[in-house]
């Protein structure tokens, strides 16, 4: 497998996990916002704080080829 189609699925993959992470963020800031419980909102705080972190670090991988004229191979490089 060459560094073009490894990018290529890196970038693909990176894309895919954003829209789940984004969905799974939706799902627990409503369970979130229906908490009763000081254990469960701690709970999803804290699950929420580490969805947050993984969107962050897959647009940063998103962005970074965007910005590049090519975008598969700013992966590659």
Do not use: W
Not at 40 to 50: C, F, K, N
């Amino acid at each position: 497998m060459s560094k073009i189609d490894c990018a290529d699925g890196v970038f693909t993959s990176a894309s895919l996990h954003l829209d789940v992470v984004d969905e799974f963020i939706a799902i627990t800031q409503s369970k979130l916002n229906t908490a009763t419980s000081d254990f469960t909102r701690d709970s999803l705080t804290d699950l929420l704080a580490g969805l947050t972190e993984q969107r962050e670090t897959y647009r940063a991988v998103l962005t970074a080829a965007q910005t590049s004229a090519e975008p598969v191979a700013a992966l590659a490089a």
